[in-house]
């Protein structure tokens, strides 16, 4: 169907022709044969069918350029577009949705697998992505994110701008403050534990204390199973111990086990 309206639309089929040249350098020619659609691509001095001669990624790219053209949607939906598409055509065609989007006020929704699709830079951009679990309303990350976090997480997305799709889609994701942890632990984890272990753990570099402790109240907040792995003079850093003060069972812990009144992290770590 998207490809017949590359026929039908001729607005549709110039603009796929032209993002396919500027963006590819690869020329598409609508030919028919027997009655039939048959495009042909050429690249220099050599052309050859996009259906017959050409692998899915480049036929599906196309298919995806022209729904995103096409006139005739206020919402369109697009399940695991990466399918059979290099991460980099699949980001590339996921930003030229953006941009139509916001030219055209519509709205799509993509469901993916891919962890390089998500790569928020701002926590205005944590609204464009939705969590789903059972059992609950879907909601945007952003709403697991207070007010007074909202300029330290956009900082942080923009040291790191892979840190969402770690925490999301990893198996088993494990805050930690920085690089040397990253090397440190994946180093030890290839000592000690089984390969399917090494394989599914994803060690994200937070950019220190407050950054581990900013996503732990996040990731909490939204339900997420998750490890944090951060050294002990984090104590003397104050977002970590706010957030830790943010847990009631940390600090009855305080109150019945160390005595300490008022039951806060600070007061346990003056001495």
Not at 15 to 37: D, K, P
Not at 67 to 87: F, G, N, T
Not at 118 to 123: C, D, E, F, G, T
């Amino acid at each position: 169907v998207e490809l017949y309206a590359l026929r039908e639309q001729p607005e549709v089929w110039l603009r796929v022709s032209a993002f396919l040249r500027r963006a590819m350098h690869r020329v598409i020619e609508l030919r028919e044969s027997a009655g039939f659609l048959d495009p042909y691509v050429r690249v220099g001095d050599v052309e050859y069918s996009l259906f017959r001669d050409e692998g899915h990624g480049l036929r599906e790219f196309v298919v995806l350029l022209a729904a995103v053209y096409r006139k005739d949607w206020s919402l369109l939906i697009v399940d695991e577009p990466e399918l059979h598409l290099h991460p980099s055509l699949a980001r590339l065609w996921l930003g030229e949705l953006e941009r139509e989007c916001g030219r055209s006020r519509r709205h799509a929704i993509v469901v993916s697998h891919e962890p390089t699709l998500i790569n928020p830079l701002s926590v205005d951009d944590l609204e464009a992505v939705w969590q789903f679990q059972q059992g609950l309303p879907p909601k945007p990350l952003a709403s697991y994110v207070e007010d007074d976090q909202r300029n330290r997480v956009t900082a942080s997305l923009l040291q790191n701008p892979r840190l969402v799709s770690q925490l999301v889609f990893s198996p088993r994701p494990v805050l930690v403050e920085g690089v040397l942890d990253v090397a440190a632990l994946n180093t030890s984890l290839r000592r000690t534990q089984p390969q399917e272990v090494v394989a599914q753990t994803d060690l994200i570099d937070c950019g220190g204390n407050g950054g581990v402790a900013l996503w732990f109240s996040i990731a909490t907040r939204a339900g997420l199973d998750f490890k944090a792995v951060g050294d002990l003079d984090g104590l003397l850093d104050s977002h970590v111990q706010r957030t830790l003060d943010d847990f009631p069972a940390i600090t009855e812990r305080y109150r019945t086990e160390c005595f300490i009144e008022p039951p806060k992290t600070s007061t346990v770590v003056r001495p």
